[in-house]
């Protein structure tokens, strides 16, 4: 059974808090949350912050369909990788306390331009072949999002999947982003066919 949501970032001016009240005054069930919402980006007490916010949820009768985790694996320099990949692995600890196990991905984004286009695809496929060394640690799975620009293909989101060898690795499929970038919508079409199986979360827009 389709579980319908609503993200927590799309509702300007409510705390985690009245957006949970609204959310479920109007029915909904599930909700996607930012990593902001339940840690800091610093403490080491995310356990009790995850646990604190499935508990808000579920006080309103809802409960996490995902957690974003806000990653950037395009790194110009190797040891702010290093940092992303720990960040991340926290995350990946933290986030089933929330209720869910869908760990939402962005692949990078390159800010001040510093990381050659060329070494995208590579600098991403080392980051999420480190990432899946922990999935099942932690029970946890990622979806990726076709967000943005370096992850807006789904040729390449399927390549990535393939490579990396983990089942704990799907998508998060945006199904506006691809036509935002620029895509034909037959080939949006094969996109949506050829990730079918692999889709973890979707953005229905």
Sequence with gaps: MAKIGAIHYNWPGCDLEGFARRASEIGYRYCELQIRDIWDGESKNGEQTAEATRELLAKYGMQ??????????????????????????????????????I???DGGWNRNGDVPEDQWDGMMLEAFKRCADFLEEYDV??????????????DWQL??????????????????????????LDRI????EILAPHVFHTHMK
């Design 64 to 101: 996490a369909s995902a957690v974003a985790a806000g990653n950037d694996f395009l790194q110009a320099d190797p040891r702010d990788l290093d940092a992303q990949i720990e960040r991340y692995r926290y995350i990946c600890q933290i986030i089933p306390i929330t209720g869910t196990d």
């Design 103 to 105: 760990v939402r991905s």
């Design 141 to 154: 799975r990622i979806a990726l999002d076709n967000h943005g620009i370096s992850t807006n293909d789904g």
């Design 159 to 184: 390549s990535l999947i393939e490579r990396v060898g983990s089942d704990r690795l799907g998508v998060n499929l945006d199904t506006m982003n691809y036509r935002w970038f620029g895509h034909e």
């Design 189 to 192: 079409d094969h996109f949506y």
